[in-house]
């Protein structure tokens, strides 16, 4: 019963745009990317067992890859056909943003010629109200508060697509830009951004389609442009203690930047990514200095939160199929504890 309640306000809890939702505080989160709409799905009964207060979506949510407004509908509507997801779907809350492939293009930015159209499939597709802010400007990104004031737990969600400007690739590899004219957010989303961090919440989950915390070469990351990832990391600086989500990797794997590194922001910053619902196994650069523990998961999964309010404590983790987990790590937070 507890599960039907939940997902009987869940349009409710979505609509209160950058607001307090009202009721419990959340003690489970879910999240994950890459879910491959013309293969099986069977990790959405993993997630549902683990019932989740709510689960995001982090971009590649359908491999669509295209302008055509038609075909882009009909790979959503795929993804809606699975079983398991419409199962999730009305059962739990959802939040979403997008990546490149359900964005229409492998790699786009803001010179995709079918972004509008994009951004208009995707508004529909996830039931956001006609007045919703994400209705009246360009973008998707967007952010939720939920819990009682002292047990807040703010996501956002950002936009790494509509507003991007290009980047070069050489030999396969991604050069970083360092033209600091070059943003992955676009004026508009960063003075959002600014402003989001500095609503009250004991707890912030910021959402990226790709990793903050890496430098890979052979995918995109925030640090193809490394003044913009500067600019995160100082806002994350002074916007109290938050937890990276991210996808499109097609691995599984929890990283950290410490506290006193050169480029840290007085805290453990952790990220956790999450990316193969179904289309896992890919291959992934050595020498990661933020890597830590058992190192990627190659198999598909799905990512979780577990929130300890009175022990003040998160755990996260990376969750297989079978709803094993195979990644783990317990952050202290104990501000947590004190502020409920």
Same mark, same amino acid.
């Given at each position: %019963?507890?599960?039907?309640?939940?997902?009987?306000?869940? $349009?409710?809890?979505?609509?209160?745009?950058? =607001?307090?939702?009202?009721?419990?505080?959340?003690?489970?989160?879910?999240? &994950?990317?890459?879910?491959?709409?013309?293969?099986?799905?069977?990790?959405?009964?993993?997630?549902?067992?683990?019932?989740?207060?709510?689960?995001?979506? %982090? $971009?590649?949510?359908?491999?669509?890859?295209?302008?055509?407004?038609?075909?882009? @509908?009909?790979?959503?509507?795929?993804?809606?056909?699975?079983? *398991?997801?419409?199962?999730?779907?009305?059962?739990?809350?959802?939040?979403?943003?997008?990546?490149?492939?359900?964005?229409?293009?492998?790699?786009?930015?803001?010179?995709?010629?079918?972004?509008?159209?994009?951004? @208009?499939?995707?508004?529909?597709?996830?039931?956001?109200?006609?007045?919703?802010?994400?209705?009246?400007?360009?973008?998707?990104?967007?952010?939720?508060?939920?819990?009682?004031?002292?047990?807040?737990?703010?996501?956002?969600? /950002?936009?790494?697509?509509?507003?991007?400007?290009?980047?070069?690739?050489? &030999? *396969?590899?991604?050069?970083?830009?360092?033209?600091?004219?070059?943003? %992955?957010? $676009?004026?508009?989303?960063?003075?959002?951004?600014?402003?989001?961090?500095?609503?009250?919440?004991?707890?912030?989950? /910021?959402?990226? $389609?790709?990793?903050?915390?890496?430098?890979?070469?052979?995918?995109? +990351?925030? =640090?193809?442009?490394?003044?913009?990832?500067?600019?995160?990391?100082?806002?994350?600086? #002074?916007?109290?203690?938050?937890?990276?989500? =991210?996808?499109?990797?097609?691995?599984?794997?929890?990283?950290?930047?410490?506290?006193?590194?050169?480029?840290?922001?007085?805290?453990?910053?952790?990220?956790?990514?999450?990316? #193969?619902?179904? +289309?896992?196994?890919?291959?992934?650069? =050595?020498?990661?200095?933020? @890597?830590?523990?058992? *190192?990627?998961?190659?198999?598909?999964?799905? &990512?979780?939160?577990?929130?300890?309010?009175?022990?003040?404590?998160?755990?996260?983790?990376?969750?297989?199929?079978?709803?094993?987990?195979?990644?783990?790590?317990?952050?202290? %937070?104990?501000?947590?504890?004190?502020?409920?």
């Amino acid at each position: %019963m507890r599960r039907v309640a939940r997902g009987l306000v869940g $349009g409710l809890l979505l609509a209160l745009a950058g =607001s307090a939702a009202a009721g419990e505080p959340l003690e489970r989160i879910a999240f &994950g990317s890459c879910a491959r709409q013309d293969r099986p799905q069977p990790v959405w009964d993993a997630v549902r067992a683990y019932d989740p207060d709510l689960f995001v979506l %982090m $971009g590649d949510n359908v491999y669509a890859d295209t302008a055509d407004e038609a075909a882009m @509908r009909a790979a959503y509507a795929r993804l809606a056909a699975h079983d *398991g997801f419409a199962r999730l779907r009305a059962e739990t809350p959802l939040l979403a943003t997008w990546d490149d492939h359900d964005y229409g293009v492998n790699d786009g930015g803001a010179d995709f010629s079918g972004k509008r159209m994009a951004e @208009r499939v995707f508004l529909d597709f996830f039931d956001v109200p006609a007045d919703d802010p994400r209705r009246q400007r360009d973008g998707v990104y967007t952010a939720r508060t939920f819990g009682p004031a002292g047990r807040r737990v703010q996501v956002i969600v /950002l936009d790494e697509r509509f507003f991007r400007s290009s980047v070069p690739v050489e &030999g *396969g590899r991604y050069v970083p830009r360092d033209d600091t004219a070059a943003t %992955m957010l $676009g004026a508009a989303q960063w003075t959002w951004l600014e402003d989001a961090v500095q609503e009250p919440a004991q707890l912030r989950l /910021l959402v990226s $389609g790709t990793q903050v915390l890496p430098r890979p070469r052979d995918s995109e +990351s925030w =640090s193809t442009m490394p003044h913009e990832r500067a600019r995160l990391l100082e806002l994350l600086r #002074g916007a109290g203690p938050t937890i990276l989500l =991210s996808g499109d990797r097609h691995f599984g794997e929890i990283l950290r930047l410490p506290a006193d590194a050169r480029e840290g922001v007085g805290y453990p910053l952790y990220e956790v990514t999450a990316s #193969g619902l179904n +289309s896992a196994g890919r291959n992934w650069e =050595s020498g990661n200095p933020y @890597r830590f523990g058992d *190192g990627p998961f190659p198999g598909d999964h799905f &990512g979780a939160i577990d929130i300890d309010w009175d022990g003040g404590a998160v755990v996260l983790k990376i969750v297989d199929v079978d709803g094993d987990v195979v990644r783990r790590k317990r952050v202290e %937070m104990p501000h947590l504890a004190f502020e409920g």
